[in-house]
Nanobody, 125 residues
Framework: QVHLVESGGGLVQAGGSLRLSCAASGRTFNSYAMGWFRQAPGKEREFVAAITWISGITYYGDSVKGRFTISREYAKNLMYLQMNSLKPEDTAVYYC??????????????????WGQGTQLTVSS
């Protein structure tokens, strides 16, 4: 069974940086893409970034381009989201997700089969 566990959330001041981690287990992810989504209170879940596990091709949501970087440690089944120049509007619960390649657009929730429990990021102004 696939498990995704996020860590690294917390409270940070605007302009600061933080790195989220996602530990994946339960299978090999060679045919998968991994992604980050976020959900702020009262808002729909929003695509943040995605990465194809083997080739490392990355995708970013418009609101985070140039500030966030997604990466993975292939051998350790770890995925990261480096977040720089944080803004109060980045405040949300951040979710790690995994989905088979070819299952749809990687910016859409429907492409992902497995989800973590989420980690809270709060950015103070």
């Amino acid at each position: 069974q696939v498990h995704l566990v996020e860590s690294g959330g917390g409270l940070v001041q605007a302009g600061g940086s933080l790195r989220l981690s996602c530990a994946a287990s339960g299978r090999t992810f060679n045919s998968y893409a991994m992604g980050w989504f976020r959900q702020a209170p009262g808002k729909e879940r929003e695509f943040v970034a995605a990465i194809t596990w083997i080739s490392g091709i990355t995708y970013y949501g418009d609101s985070v381009k140039g500030r966030f970087t997604i990466s993975r440690e292939y051998a350790k089944n770890l995925m990261y989201l480096q977040m720089n120049s944080l803004k109060p509007e980045d405040t949300a619960v951040y979710y790690c997700a995994a989905g088979l390649l070819g299952g749809g657009s990687l910016v859409a929730e429907g492409a992902y089969h497995y989800w973590g429990q989420g980690t809270q990021l709060t950015v103070s102004s």
